[in-house]
């Protein structure tokens, strides 16, 4: 599986748009690329995913280049209930096949967004 | 429709001794997969159950095992605790058929070895 690379931490104020950006080089074909958001003691939540291009949906935007060698996930007019831990991850579209995957975390980036 | 539900939420634990943790998966969903975090860090895949089976298996001992039931809920057990071991256990299910996307995870486990 591909390997993420993210900033360790990003600090944002209340009502800006924050971009956290991502790595993921060796990238492969039928790779998609799938974001989650993670508060301290809960598990990871599933915020968007996408293949190419530009992904939107209610709580975020996915912005991926042409090349698919990295991704930009867009939060608009954060709030302090998104300071959170945001993970970056590469998942194979098995399709038709097994979904005997895992899924690979690196350690995400901690967003911190203050009053 | 209930989500991954894990049991218990916390747990307090003696180095040596053993410990079993359950997961109920989300409703619909056949695959249930294992993972540690410590603190700080992302979480570590341990093993994926399907069909009753262990289809894949991460970095960990052999200490670390685990089961499926038919009803698709799982346990995840530990023997001979070290202290290393201290941390948010996670389950999360899907389904093989991938018509909907992914994994949902539960709230984990936190699990202290003293």
């Known amino acids: 599986l591909a390997k993420t690379t993210q900033p360790i931490s990003m600090d944002s104020y209340e009502g800006q748009e924050v971009n956290i950006t991502c790595s993921h080089n060796?990238?492969?074909?039928?790779?998609?690329i799938t974001w989650y958001q993670q508060f301290p003691s809960q598990g990871p939540r599933f915020i968007i995913q996408?293949?190419?291009t530009k992904v939107t949906n209610e709580v975020a935007s996915l912005f991926i280049p042409a090349d698919r060698k990295s991704s930009t996930l867009s939060l608009p007019r954060v709030s302090l209930s998104d300071t959170a831990v945001y993970y970056c991850?590469?998942?194979?579209?098995?399709?038709?096949?097994?979904?005997?995957?895992?899924?690979?975390f690196g350690s995400g980036t901690r967003l911190l967004v203050r009053p | 429709d209930a989500g991954v539900t894990q049991s218990p939420t916390h747990l307090i634990k003696t180095r040596g001794q053993q410990v079993t943790l359950r997961c109920s998966p989300k409703?619909?969903?056949?695959?249930v997969s294992w993972y540690q975090q410590a603190l700080g860090q992302g979480p570590q895949f341990i093993f994926q159950?399907?069909?009753?089976?262990?289809?894949q298996r991460g970095n960990f001992p052999d200490r670390f095992s685990g089961h499926q039931f038919p009803n698709y809920s799982s346990e995840l057990n530990v023997n001979a605790l070290l202290l290393g071991d201290s941390a948010l256990y996670l389950c999360?299910?899907?389904?093989?058929?991938?018509?909907?996307?992914?994994?949902?995870f539960g709230s984990g486990t936190r699990l202290t070895v003293v």
């Open positions: 999360a299910s899907s389904r093989s058929d991938r018509e909907q996307y992914g994994y949902t």
């Open positions: 060796n990238i492969a074909t039928n790779d998609y």
């Open positions: 996408g293949y190419k």
């Open positions: 991850l590469v998942d194979p579209d098995l399709g038709w096949m097994d979904s005997s995957y895992k899924l690979i």
């Open positions: 409703s619909g969903h056949d695959t």
């Open positions: 159950y399907y069909e009753e089976e262990e289809r």
